[in-house]
């Protein structure tokens, strides 16, 4: 596909394990809610939530509640942003086996989240950690963010996460970001480029 557009649901993930991951996700949700599409942000990583931090939300109830409680979505989905953009947090922190478990019963989510909004955003855990391959398949595409100092060509791991997920048959964007933005402005603008993605631009960037 020439377009990023044309994909409804998008997961993001990271190779680096700490640092500046969540506001891509963010930025991207804010863009297509002002573009008029009504747009779900669904942080995923349940083991080092961020987003609601974006928001300025105080330690709220989100997705491992949604999952554990097996409530309605609608308890766990915050407005943020003007109409168009709803924020489901991730919720309580979860350890690494809890984690796993609790995504499992992320499919029927995904479904009334699809009924109900024209785009749905998640951003994810690290690309290292197992339950990426199972929110990969749950949307349509992966975008993969690479920082400074970890080159997923000479990372044997990281290596095999990307096969892993190639061969899942959902389409992996590889973005190198060899100097991520980091003033809004330049960050905006590098969004909007990736919102019109096409030919030329994938020519520029690292494909794997």
């Known amino acids: 596909m020439s377009s990023l557009q044309t994909y409804r649901t998008l997961l993001f993930t990271y190779i680096r394990p700490n640092g ?15 573009s008029g599409k009504r747009t779900a942000l669904i942080d995923a990583d349940l083991r080092q939530p961020s987003l609601h931090f974006l928001y300025n939300l105080t330690h709220p ?19 943020v942003n003007g109409g168009y953009l709803d924020l489901m947090p991730a919720g ?13 019963r992320m499919g029927s989510v995904m479904r009334l989240l699809k009924e109900r909004y024209e785009r ?21 595409a992966v975008i993969l963010l690479i920082h ?20 899942s048959g959902k389409p ?10 980091k003033l809004p402005p ?18 520029e960037t690292q494909s794997f």
């Open 186 to 203: 330049n960050q905006t603008a590098f969004l909007r480029r990736l919102l019109s993605y096409d030919r030329r631009v994938r020519s």
């Open 20 to 34: 500046e991951r969540g506001s891509m996700a963010a930025d991207l949700a804010g863009l297509l809610a002002d």
């Open 61 to 79: 109830s989100g997705l491992s509640d949604l999952l554990t409680d097996h409530a309605a979505p609608d308890n766990y989905l915050y407005s």
């Open 148 to 167: 400074n100092g970890h080159n997923a060509g000479t990372n044997d791991q990281s290596r095999t996460v990307i096969d892993q997920l190639q061969k």
């Open 92 to 104: 309580r922190i979860l350890n690494a086996g809890d984690t796993l478990a609790t995504l499992s």
């Open 172 to 181: 992996v964007i590889g973005l190198v970001m060899r100097a991520q933005p």
């Open 120 to 140: 749905v955003i998640i951003h994810g855990p690290s690309c290292l950690n197992p339950e990426v391959l199972l929110l990969a398949d749950l949307v349509d």
